[in-house]
């Protein structure tokens, strides 16, 4: 019997958009010293396969998994659902999960939208007679129905191996006993106090005596355990035709929400084809919107004529196109990105090299650009958890999975153990945009799955997480890896920027410069020579995102797994 070499990769990360300029629990994360002047700690190598998490409980779990036969799918459901329990304001079965799976068969690349649509008795009359001139972060009222358990059961009937009861027990017995809450995750907790106190399940959920559980404190979760049970027993039929929709409905309709049964018995993941670009040699895939994706590959395009190695990590002429690029990017991702289904997205200009060609004549080497408008463009008709597999066969699963912002909507819907997603808050009120709220509609996404192929083989598989972070982090680790020749724990611990401050798809238009956040070993000197060149400059503590990353050595076939010290998280191999 052939021997089966596996890969597990998860991050998670709680994912406020606005995390430096949002509400207060937000600002209140925990700090961490970031950006680290040496490496953190040895790159993991193995041969049969690696695991890396933000939590070391979901790390172990995948890897029990593969242990027991199970592939890359089944570790991946695994690792996710333990994150569900251990890591609860970052992702969970009331969030949306998107998935990248590379068939080694067909040598084909397969992507997975397992996001969900808005009610369809949702609508911008109802938000202008209540006189709401944006959707609420908090509360039912940006509820989209959850994607997350319709994604494992259709990459597990597709990909899957082992019962989805025996995936998803580890997860079931550490959500009943209880685990201790890593030092990280105590922080998001504790700035998430007032938002869960507001709703009585939310409380009763996830504080302990009004209080967030503290580092080192047991937490029990047997509420998420029935339903992790139910689903076990009855597969995703649990969540949109049985027992679990049922009480989220009846929680909606009894709140001010939108949700009706018909919402959740009509919603279907869908598979969908990938997208890549050409980056020195490197194809760079991504999803196609919904999500921002593609905002990663229109910033290779237009970093790519540049000969960034020249100037080495850090050097303030590559943090200053770096800046330039992405507003390019931002300013596009704005006015275009949506759900295709619903709106014309023009998806092959955006990401094409002629298109980034003449959009590059706008960026000036000596000045910040203060004022970016999306290109013209001919249209046609028409906080997160990431996982990584790769078999023995070289088939590759990056799956991604989140709550949009730390515990969602704040709101746990009955006794179900879990939050639902704020996702609907980033749809526009404006009639006239892409992004516009509609009936049974998917929103703008931020959460975004990647992979790297070379010569038509897989190499990296990896994620930055933290809303808007996401696309800006994905180009600063492939710049490390390829441009500056870092090793992949390298790529992931080198100091990172994050620009803040362009239009966003709801519509809110970008005033001035923006703000460009840098992490604290950024010498004093670059930082001079970016604020002379018109940049708004911030130290920053946090903000910057959670990167863990797998390459594949093609010519040792060893594994090389990272864990960056943003996180509490591990990689383990064996």
Request: aromatic content about 10%; some cysteine; charged content about 20%.
């Amino acid at each position: 019997m052939l021997r089966i070499i596996l890969i597990v990769m998860v991050l998670v990360m709680t994912e406020p958009i606005h995390l430096l300029a949002g509400p207060p629990e937000y600002e209140a994360m925990y700090d961490r010293p970031s950006g680290p002047l040496r490496q953190s700690r040895s790159v993991v190598l193995a041969r049969k396969g690696i695991v890396a998490t933000s939590h070391p409980l979901a790390a172990q779990a995948g890897l029990d998994i593969l242990q027991k036969g199970g592939n890359a799918i089944d570790a991946g459901i695994a690792a996710n659902a333990m994150l569900g329990v251990v890591e609860p304001m970052s992702c969970g079965i009331g969030g949306d999960l998107f998935l990248l799976y590379w068939d080694n068969k067909t040598k084909k690349l397969y992507g997975l939208n397992a996001s969900g649509r808005s009610p369809f008795d949702i609508s911008r009359a109802e938000f202008a007679r209540r006189k709401l001139a944006e959707i609420p972060l908090e509360g039912p009222l940006n509820w989209s129905v959850p994607g997350c358990v319709s994604g494992w059961e259709m990459s597990h009937e597709r990909f899957g191996r082992l019962p989805l009861a025996e995936i998803l027990a580890p997860a079931i017995a550490t959500a009943e006993e209880g685990f201790p809450v890593t030092e990280v995750i105590a922080g998001y907790w504790a700035g998430a106090v007032r938002k869960l106190s507001h709703w009585p399940d939310s409380k009763a959920t996830f504080l302990v005596d009004g209080r967030a559980p503290k580092f080192g404190q047991i937490f029990q979760n047997p509420r998420l355990a029935k339903s992790y049970r139910l689903i076990a027993e009855q597969g995703a039929d649990a969540f949109y035709r049985g027992p679990i929709a049922e009480k989220i409905v009846a929680f909606s309709q009894a709140h001010g929400g939108f949700f009706s049964q018909r919402d959740f018995q009509e919603h279907t993941a869908n598979w969908v084809a990938p997208v890549s670009t050409n980056y020195r040699g490197y194809d760079v895939w991504e999803l196609p919107p919904n999500g921002q994706g593609i905002a990663a590959l229109q910033m290779l395009n237009l970093l790519e004529p540049y000969d960034l190695a020249s100037w080495g990590p850090g050097h303030s002429e590559y943090l200053h196109l770096f800046t330039e690029a992405k507003k390019l990017a931002f300013a596009d991702r704005a006015v275009y990105y949506a759900d295709p289904a619903q709106a014309d997205v023009p998806l092959e200009a955006l990401i094409s090299k002629a298109y980034a060609k003449k959009r590059g004549k706008k960026i000036d080497p000596q000045k910040a650009a203060a004022d970016v408008r999306a290109g013209a463009l001919k249209l046609q008709q028409g906080d997160t958890v990431y996982i990584s597999v790769v078999d023995q066969d070289r088939n590759c699963c990056s799956l991604i999975q989140s709550n949009y912002y730390g515990f969602g909507s704040g709101v746990v819907p009955g006794d179900v153990g879990f939050v639902l997603q704020n996702r609907g808050a980033l749809f526009s009120l404006d009639a006239q945009h892409r992004n516009t709220l509609e009936p049974h509609k998917r929103p703008f996404h931020t959460i975004i799955p990647a992979m790297v192929t070379r010569q038509g083989r897989p190499w990296f598989c990896f994620g930055v997480m933290g809303g808007d972070m996401q696309p800006q982090g994905h180009v600063q680790v492939l710049v490390n890896l390829i441009d500056f020749g870092m090793n992949v724990q390298q790529a992931g611990d080198a100091a990172r920027v994050r620009h803040l401050g362009s239009a966003t798809p709801t519509g809110k238009a970008a005033r001035g410069v923006g703000v460009l956040n840098v992490e604290s070993s950024f010498s004093a000197e670059v930082v001079n020579k970016l604020e002379q060149k018109g940049h708004v400059v911030r130290r920053a503590h946090s903000g910057f995102g959670g990167y863990q990353g797998i390459l594949i050595d093609l010519q040792t076939g060893v594994l090389h797994g990272a864990s960056e010290p943003r996180k509490d998280g591990q990689a383990v191999g064996y």
